[in-house]
Each structure stands twice: as structure tokens, then as C-alpha cells.
């Protein structure tokens, strides 16, 4: 099977599953109204239980098709790391795109934009009343999101063009994927990170894994929030004290 084919079906795949999420979430909130719950916990757990089960059949079916084209995952030529470097190089690549979070949301808030994002705080909540989009947050996106903006995309356009244009391209892509147009350059810049470790690597379990661990990271940051407040109030309390 050529290669655009296999890319189209596997593109065709995550977009449906996307456009399907849309009809099924009113089902289970629907669903989960009748069992009791108040509206704010049946919405949680309608669009949670959505998320899990749309992206939980776009990965399944996409691991199929990888599994059974395995020829369609390598993109650069030469030697791909080992999996010691895919490790190294994956921790580095979520430490890059914690960074340059910080770097985009601070050249964002110069032009006037709120810190902060509406998505991951919106995720988050719900994932407190509805812990099952953990999976589609912290495993389910992260192999879905690299297979398409990082080997379909990114690995394209590096064929036919340079590693920056495909870089900026995908990574841009991937912003504007996410809904929050103000906040381009905060989803841009792991979008850079990600783009960097696979072209280092030569080996797309490497911004997997960066992923991965970003996502994770910011998961617990999140459920923490308030027990992270607690303490910063306690050092400011104490800093004061002392002096």
C-alpha cells in the first residue's frame, strides 16, 4: 500500500472519530442525566466517557494500520536512536516544550492575551468528576496527535521541503487544531519541541513519550492546584514572618 494512501486513511480516521464525538456526546450526557447526577456531573461525564471511547477506537484503529504497514513510520534516512536515546531525548523534548510554553505565554501576555489555557483548565475540571479522560488526555492524544501532526504532516512536508518549513508548518497546524488562536504560540512552541526530538531521534515514539510526559505533568499540576496554592501561601506567609 503507498504511503499517501496509508496516510489518508490514518488522517480519515482521527477526523471522523473527531466529527463522531460530536453526535455521540449529547447521547451520554442524555444517558447520564437519568442516573441521577446534576447537570454539571452528567456533562462531565457525557463528554469524558465521549472523549475516551472516540479516541480510544481512532488509536485502536490506527495502531492496526501501523502495525500492519510498518514500512510507513520511517521517515529520515540513517540510523535511528536506541531506545536509551529515545528515553534521553523524550524527557529533554517535555522539558523543551514546558519551556517554551512559558516562553509563548509570556511573549503572548506583551500583546495583551490572559495567561492560561480554557482547554486544560476545562479538561481538568472534568477530570475531577469524571477521571476516565485521563486516558484520552494522557495516552490517547498523545499517540494520536504525533502519529498525525508529527509523522503525517511534519514527516510529509520534511520529504519535500527542510526541517523548518515542516517544523512551523505542522506546529502550526497543531496550534490552530486546538481551538485557542489566541494562545498560537503557547501550542506552537512544543509543537517546535516535538518536531525537533523525532528529527533527532529518527524515531516518532520520541515526541510520543514527550508528550506523554507534558501531558502527565500537567494533569497533576492541575488536580494539585489547590494543595500547590496552599504552599506558595505558606512560603509568602513565612517569607513575611522572617522579615
Same mark, same amino acid.
Given at each position: 500500500?503507498?504511503?499517501?494512501?496509508?496516510?489518508?486513511?490514518?488522517?480519515?480516521?482521527?477526523?471522523?472519530?473527531?466529527?463522531? &464525538? /460530536?453526535?455521540?456526546?449529547?447521547?451520554? /450526557?442524555?444517558?447520564?442525566?437519568?442516573?441521577?447526577?446534576?447537570?454539571?456531573?452528567?456533562? &462531565?461525564?457525557?463528554?469524558?466517557?465521549?472523549?475516551?471511547?472516540?479516541?480510544?477506537? *481512532?488509536?485502536?484503529?490506527?495502531?492496526?494500520?501501523?502495525?500492519?504497514?510498518?514500512?510507513?513510520? =520511517?521517515?529520515?534516512?540513517?540510523?535511528? &536512536?536506541?531506545?536509551?536515546?529515545?528515553?534521553?531525548?523524550? !524527557?529533554?523534548?517535555?522539558?523543551?516544550?514546558?519551556? $517554551?510554553?512559558?516562553?509563548?505565554?509570556?511573549?503572548?501576555?506583551?500583546?495583551?492575551?490572559? *495567561? $492560561?489555557?480554557?482547554?486544560?483548565?476545562?479538561?481538568?475540571?472534568?477530570?475531577?468528576?469524571? =477521571?476516565? /479522560?485521563?486516558?484520552? +488526555?494522557?495516552?490517547? *492524544?498523545?499517540?494520536?496527535?504525533?502519529?498525525?501532526?508529527?509523522?503525517?504532516?511534519?514527516?510529509?512536508?520534511?520529504?519535500?521541503?527542510?526541517?523548518?518549513?515542516?517544523?512551523?508548518? &505542522?506546529? /502550526?497546524?497543531?496550534?490552530?487544531?486546538?481551538?485557542?488562536?489566541?494562545?498560537?504560540?503557547?501550542?506552537?512552541? =512544543?509543537?517546535?519541541?516535538?518536531?525537533?526530538?523525532?528529527?533527532?531521534?529518527?524515531?516518532?515514539?520520541?515526541?510520543?513519550?514527550?508528550?506523554?510526559? +507534558?501531558?502527565?505533568?500537567?494533569?497533576? !499540576?492541575?488536580?494539585?492546584?489547590?494543595?500547590?496554592?496552599?504552599?506558595?501561601?505558606?512560603?509568602?506567609?513565612?517569607?513575611?514572618?522572617?522579615?
Amino acid at each position: 500500500m503507498k504511503n499517501w494512501v496509508i496516510a489518508l486513511m490514518i488522517f480519515l480516521t482521527y477526523v471522523l472519530l473527531q466529527i463522531a &464525538s /460530536i453526535f455521540l456526546a449529547p447521547e451520554l /450526557i442524555v444517558y447520564f442525566t437519568g442516573k441521577d447526577l446534576s447537570k454539571v456531573e452528567a456533562v &462531565s461525564q457525557g463528554f469524558a466517557w465521549t472523549l475516551f471511547i472516540t479516541q480510544g477506537i *481512532a488509536a485502536l484503529i490506527i495502531a492496526v494500520i501501523l502495525l500492519r504497514n510498518k514500512k510507513f513510520i =520511517p521517515v529520515f534516512k540513517g540510523k535511528t &536512536s536506541g531506545f536509551g536515546s529515545v528515553l534521553l531525548w523524550g !524527557v529533554l523534548g517535555f522539558f523543551l516544550a514546558m519551556a $517554551g510554553q512559558i516562553v509563548g505565554a509570556a511573549i503572548e501576555s506583551v500583546f495583551g492575551v490572559t *495567561a $492560561g489555557s480554557e482547554n486544560t483548565e476545562l479538561l481538568s475540571n472534568i477530570s475531577k468528576t469524571a =477521571p476516565i /479522560i485521563i486516558f484520552a +488526555m494522557v495516552l490517547f *492524544a498523545p499517540f494520536l496527535e504525533e502519529v498525525v501532526f508529527r509523522r503525517i504532516i511534519f514527516g510529509g512536508l520534511y520529504t519535500k521541503t527542510n526541517f523548518w518549513i515542516a517544523a512551523i508548518v &505542522s506546529a /502550526i497546524v497543531f496550534a490552530a487544531v486546538h481551538g485557542e488562536l489566541q494562545h498560537l504560540l503557547m501550542y506552537l512552541m =512544543p509543537g517546535l519541541a516535538f518536531a525537533f526530538v523525532y528529527y533527532k531521534t529518527k524515531r516518532l515514539l520520541t515526541p510520543m513519550l514527550a508528550h506523554f510526559l +507534558m501531558n502527565s505533568f500537567v494533569t497533576v !499540576v492541575q488536580w494539585n492546584a489547590d494543595k500547590l496554592q496552599q504552599l506558595q501561601d505558606m512560603q509568602q506567609s513565612i517569607v513575611l514572618f522572617l522579615q
